[in-house]
């Protein structure tokens, strides 16, 4: 994910999925608080569930929306 796809979802609730370090997805609904570069780990989505490392970023989509397509 680039930063300038990431300040998209800046303010939002996102379903978010990522891999962690031993490379499993996981996926989190989180409230996304800013994008920011945090030393030695580079660009970061700062969440409520803590920063994630967009070059690990798999699939980001705003919460309510998803929930919609599940329904339907």
């Not at 303010?11 to 996304?32: C, F, P, W």
């Amino acid at each position: 994910m680039l930063i300038s796809d990431a300040k998209n979802f800046v303010g939002q609730v996102v379903e978010i999925t990522y891999t962690d370090r031993l490379g499993k997805e996981t996926s989190e609904v989180a409230e996304v608080f800013e994008v920011n570069f945090v030393p030695l780990y580079g660009p970061c989505l700062i969440t409520d569930v803590g920063d994630i490392r967009l070059d690990r970023v798999v699939a980001c989509a705003i919460f309510e929306q998803t929930q919609l397509k599940k329904v339907a």
